[in-house]
């Protein structure tokens, strides 16, 4: 390992493409390790040199491994998975990503994605086709609705919640925006009450955990489909799953669960009428690069000295 320069940490998974490309920006004044690397011992001594992590979380506990930190990038828009405060008490810089532009087209394209799904009964005409029963009978009777006349509501009106919405509206989608708030107004819930879709694009803070409750599930129509990309702690997922099983709401796509992945004895792992996908609603190739580039430019920029 060169001596004299400093080191970039990567804790957070990243393609080969992603760090050769750092590499190839960043190696005159950096060397770059991560957990991938074989044979990595991060000794004292290599800690000592570590300046700048690259962290999708990070815990207190880990922070105090490293004495001369003087930057934390944040691989991803949330930071709710890293101790900011602790960051904060010692005057360490961090930034997210904030190329949310890119990444929040890739998770509208996720939910247009999932909306189809539901609404084209994806699973029926997959096991109709493979099963060979094409037959006119069940055919004739077989129809979806169009996109323009689909009310979905949007809950969240950041950056990725607003590109999801004009992205739906785009597509020709009927859309709303709905503020849950502590305590929802009278025109909310009946917004609320009337969207084919919900979609959910909110931070998770203190005042969001669990802000989407049973009360919220019952609002909803019965043949209404819950979408959301955003974190898991905004949901009461034992509410969810009940009202899943239960039949209060039609069906549920999740890319975000409190634990994650999410336990085997999660009452939505047994839904029939649920789709779990693995957190990955923002990661298009374009997204990704962003992102990246956006990383190398606060590197190269030194953004913690502004």
């Known amino acids: 390992m060169s001596m004299g320069k400093e080191i970039i940490f990567v804790t957070t998974l990243l393609t080969d493409q992603q760090l050769n490309c750092m590499n190839d920006c960043l190696s005159d ?120 006349q689909l009310e979905v509501g949007v809950v969240g009106n950041g950056v990725i919640g607003g590109v ?40 998770l803070r203190k005042d969001t955990e669990k802000i989407l409750d049973r009360d919220f599930f019952r609002k909803m129509k019965k043949d209404a489909v819950f979408i959301n990309t955003s974190r898991g702690g905004i949901v009461d997922e034992e509410i969810l799953g009940e009202v899943l099983k239960s039949g209060v709401i039609r069906a549920a796509s999740l890319d975000v669960t409190v634990n994650e992945p999410v336990k085997k004895s999660s009452k939505l792992v047994n839904c029939d009428n649920v789709i779990i996908t693995p957190h990955i609603s923002g990661r298009t190739a374009c997204a990704m690069e962003a992102c990246v580039s956006e990383i190398i430019d606060n590197i190269r920029n030194e953004v913690w000295r502004k």
């Open 29 to 148: 004044k950096y060397i770059i390790l991560t957990l991938k690397d074989n044979g990595v011992d991060v000794s004292e001594d290599v800690k000592e040199r570590i300046t700048i992590l690259i962290v999708h979380e990070l815990s207190s506990e880990h922070l105090t491994h490293y004495k001369n930190l003087k930057f934390v990038q944040i691989y991803g828009r949330g930071t709710d998975k890293v101790c900011v405060s602790e960051l904060d008490k010692g005057k360490i810089y961090y930034q997210n990503c904030c190329s949310a532009h890119m990444v929040a087209e890739a998770i509208a394209e996720y939910v247009l994605f999932q909306i189809l799904y539901w609404e084209r009964n994806v699973p029926k005409l997959i096991e109709k086709g493979m099963h060979g029963d094409w037959s006119w009978e069940w055919r004739s009777t077989f129809q979806y609705r169009a996109l323009s």
């Open 164 to 203: 999801v919405y004009d992205f739906l509206k785009r597509v020709g989608a009927h859309v709303s925006f709905i503020d849950v708030g502590n305590r929802m107004k009278a025109e909310d819930e009946l917004i609320l009450g009337k969207m084919d879709y919900i979609t959910v694009h909110l931070p």
